[in-house]
């Protein structure tokens, strides 16, 4: 699949607990820019959220981005969030300034999608199940077609596979900028949504927002900066638009907390500091330190994660074959609880992937993977669309 890499544990403890924290506000928020010499730490961040993409630069893309040149810039990030079972059709990242007024399509060189929500396997993990099969967050699936800026065109016209990410907190899915990618809706949030308003109810708890979200963090690595994506400003930081920078994301020991009053001068961490300034280079410098620090803390290793590959048998005309089903009768694989897959590879040469109507599934039995396949032919002849992908405005995962 190309570029495509997945992994766990990519972000420390405490990067991930500063983005979570961080997710609600950062969800109202427009796209933001991350020069690249902040991104490689040889200039200070503003905010945290800035530093959770040098954490990702440093801790897995680096190495995949081109190295000792200017063919990247920067990246730009947003957050996510999706309440209700909502999905998102496929599509392309892109520069939608470039798009609107030209038509022209600019893709990042690599996109990726943090997950910030997602249970982890195990027989806790989801609570009064016991890992023996409760129901996941909607995946993100990438498909088997990119855009050929050479031709102008979407390639190839009908994919031949398509892969499954399922969200699982500090899981990094890193992909081609120029994949045809989306979110398949889910039935699990809109059922579990009613269950925790009842539990609610009867714990006489504020009813709220309800617990059961999928939160995504997205970061697009471009060669340059899209016209209308711009950088965060101190002035943005002081807002509360974003949390301000602070040390100890990972990275190292070194935090210098400007004071808004005096240039270059700092306030005592008691104070109401307008923004912290971290640089990686700073934090390379005091790792001795911050180990020292830190007494026993160590930075977890990245877990790769291995794509389960599983090939599709031909179908006859007018077949359905639910992505669920194809899957379960795989020896082995589990969808949910204790060795679940995070993450599937499925071939299906002359079938489309299409995302199913939550109406026509059975409630009592619902369904992990909100699809099925279909002979690409029955599509051909009604004029229907399936896991085709959108080259115009899209932009999220």
């Known amino acids: ?26 969800a109202e928020c ?4 991350v020069p690249r010499d902040v991104v490689e730490g040889r200039a200070p961040a503003l905010a945290a959220a800035e530093q959770v993409v040098q954490q990702l630069y440093r801790r897995l893309v680096k190495a995949r981005l081109p190295p000792h040149d200017d063919r990247w810039g920067g990246a730009e990030f947003w957050c996510q969030i999706y309440e209700g079972g909502r999905g998102l059709g496929f599509h392309f990242d892109k520069d939608e300034h470039a798009m609107r007024q030209d038509g022209r399509m600019a893709n990042p060189i690599l996109s990726s999608v943090l997950y910030l929500t997602g249970a982890p396997q195990g027989p806790a993990a989801e609570p009064g199940d016991g890992g023996r099969g409760a129901l996941r967050q909607a995946p993100t699936v990438l498909i088997d077609q990119w855009y050929d800026h050479d031709q102008c065109c979407v390639l190839p016209e009908n994919p031949a596979w398509s892969a499954l990410v399922f969200p699982r907190v500090n899981q990094y899915c890193l992909f081609s900028g120029e ?31 309800p617990r059961e979200r999928r939160v995504t963090f997205l970061v697009n690595w471009w060669a340059q900066r899209p016209e209308t994506i711009e950088r965060a400003t101190a002035e943005d930081v002081r807002q509360g638009k974003l949390a301000p920078a602070v040390g100890g994301l990972g990275c190292g020991p070194h935090a210098a907390l400007a004071d808004s009053g005096s240039e270059g001068g700092s306030r005592a961490a008691g104070g109401d500091p307008l923004l912290a300034a971290l640089s990686l280079e700073d934090a390379a410098q005091g790792t001795a330190a911050a180990a ?10 990245l877990g790769a994660v291995e794509f389960v590959r599983v090939a599709a048998p031909p179908l006859p005309s007018g077949s359905v074959l639910p992505i669920d089903e ?52 029955d599509l051909d002849s009604d004029g229907s669309t399936g896991s085709g992908s959108d080259s115009g405005d899209g932009g999220e995962q």
């Open 179 to 209: 994949q045809a990618h989306g979110v398949l809706e889910s039935t699990a949030p809109k059922q579990q949504q009613q269950q925790q308003q009842q539990q609610q109810q009867q714990n006489g708890e504020q009813q709220g927002r």
């Open 326 to 377: 194809l899957l379960l009768e795989q020896p082995g694989l589990r969808l949910a609880g204790p060795g679940a897959a995070d993450a599937v590879l499925i071939s299906h040469p002359g079938l489309t992937l299409v995302p199913l109507d939550e109406e026509a599934v059975d409630p009592v039995h619902p369904l992990q993977v909100l699809a099925a396949l279909l002979p690409t032919s």
């Open 30 to 33: 427009p796209n933001y820019w």
């Open 292 to 301: 020292a620090a830190a007494g026993s803390r160590q930075e977890a290793a």
């Open 1 to 26: 699949m190309r570029e495509t890499v997945v992994v766990h544990r990519i972000l420390p403890q405490a990067a991930l607990e500063a983005v979570q924290a961080d997710a609600d506000t950062l």
